[in-house]
């Protein structure tokens, strides 16, 4: 059963940067696409970005697009979020999921939530402003 655990949450300045981790368990880190979700308080939880298995590539969410990278480290099972010139707007909680692929690809819709069947806890960036 596949596990993930976020860490690096925290508070800080608008402009500001943060790096957030996902350690991936319990199966093989290489096979999976690692994407991260955000929530807000009273709000929808929305995409961010995924980095898929295989050299498949990175997507990025029109709001985070040049401000956010995502890459993983497939020997440290272990995948990170880095946020740069931060906005109070980005305040949520991120969270990390993973969805198993093949060498064969395929298409599903990387922006949606239903896409990936794991999920970790969650971890806290606050912005202020």
């Known amino acids: 059963q596949v596990q993930l655990v976020e860490s690096g949450g925290g508070v800080v300045q608008a402009g500001g940067s943060l790096r957030l981790s996902c350690e991936f368990s319990?199966?093989?880190?290489?096979?999976?696409?690692m994407a991260w979700f955000r929530q807000a308080p009273g709000k929808e939880r929305e995409f961010v970005a995924v980095?898929?298995?295989?050299?498949?590539?990175?997507y990025y969410a029109d709001s985070v697009k040049g401000r956010f990278t995502i890459s993983r480290e497939n020997t440290k099972y272990t995948g990170t979020l880095e946020m740069n010139n931060l906005k109070p707007e980005d305040t949520a909680v991120y969270l990390c999921?993973?969805?198993?692929?093949?060498?064969?690809?395929?298409?599903?819709?990387?922006?949606?939530?239903?896409?990936?069947?794991?999920w970790g806890q969650g971890a806290q960036v606050t912005v202020s402003s």
């Open positions: 319990g199966s093989t880190f290489g096979d999976y696409a």
């Open positions: 980095i898929r298995p295989f050299g498949f590539g990175t």
């Open positions: 999921a993973a969805r198993r692929e093949t060498l064969f690809g395929g298409s599903y819709d990387r922006d949606s939530e239903s896409s990936y069947k794991s």
